[in-house]
């Protein structure tokens, strides 16, 4: 996690976020339930090496998607006004940046597992905004973030595919990522879920 | 819908079904966060003569996985002997074989966005066991639910590819199915989901 101290609002590992009510009980079972192993943290990190340096294009691709759809991009615009919050755009893009490192690294320790659940609060009610000091929406409505995992995933493959890797590497690299983001959505949304049913 | 009558709880399109908190326009949105278009819909269509002999042999497969998993098969078991109930895992085969058909006919319309709010009902603790009259645990948990669209959709590729489809045509057919998926997931899941989240 070096050299990130420099993004503001990324408290990974630090004190100043909870512990996650997923214990890691819960998560090796979801791991279970989407058939996700070490053969999946290994082609995780095969890929970190591949997105290191097309962070900002990968990130070009994923907003140029948002931005290009209005109830998407509400989220990141003025609860009154509707329009787009160029500051809070900016910062939310300056750690999603290191999402794509932190997924890749693919350490999925109870560190990382209490971030996961901050990320979730900072989508929800409970915490929206509140990093950043904006005046969008909310909530991200959660009737869009599954959905969102197959854009995001599927522009990523043509940047896995970059370097020259084998078609079967970056197929793995490629389900190693949608199970992830599968996995990672589904802590995120722990605050949206009613008591009881998680 | 023809020759369905025969299955048990099988209730689409019957007046025996509320109208879904979903609307058509919220559906249209949540078709375009993840691209979801005409293309998907003839690609689902091209897997439905490809599938429809196989249902059996896909069921074998899913139910395989769930039954190989202790965590996934107790919201099949007793609630207080833990005992898998044969009665129950039946009734739902057999509705699961026709959301296969379903899927594939892809006629998402009105009549099927309620259907889709009813699946989700009898995952929840809302209706769950009710349909069935069995005694089993009271609610399918959220977090294992979106995972498990990778092992289902996963699996079904090779019977997708067992009729001689070109590999361009099986990928489609692949990512049409991933993507109803995850909508249909995302609807089934509205009552876990609390007030003004979702």
Not at 93 to 112: N, S
Not at 155 to 171: D, Q
Not at 181 to 186: G, I, V, W, Y
Request: glycine share 8%.
């Amino acid at each position: 996690m070096k050299e990130t101290h420099a993004i503001p609002g990324y408290t990974f590992g630090t004190s100043a976020i909870a512990r996650s009510p997923v214990t890691p009980g819960d998560f090796e079972l979801m791991k279970r339930s989407i058939l996700f192993d070490d053969e999946d943290v290994k082609y995780l990190r095969l890929s970190r090496g591949i997105v290191a340096d097309q962070v900002e294009a990968i990130l070009d691709v994923w907003y140029g998607f948002v931005g290009s759809q209005p109830h998407l991009l509400a989220s990141f615009s003025g609860r009154v006004d509707g329009k787009p919050l160029g500051n809070y755009l900016g910062a939310v893009r300056k750690r999603f940046g290191q999402w794509i490192l932190d997924t890749a690294a693919a350490e999925y320790d109870q560190r990382w597992l209490d971030y996961q659940h901050e990320i979730g609060l900072r989508h929800h009610h409970a915490k929206k905004n509140r990093t950043d000091g904006a005046t969008s929406t909310a909530v991200v409505p959660f009737r869009d973030l599954f959905p969102l995992i197959y854009p995001v995933t599927f522009t990523l493959r043509p940047f896995l595919a970059s370097k020259g890797h084998a078609a079967g590497e970056v197929e793995k690299m490629y389900a190693a990522w949608l199970k992830s983001c599968l996995l990672q959505m589904t802590l995120w949304t722990y605050p949206y879920i009613r008591d009881g049913d998680f």
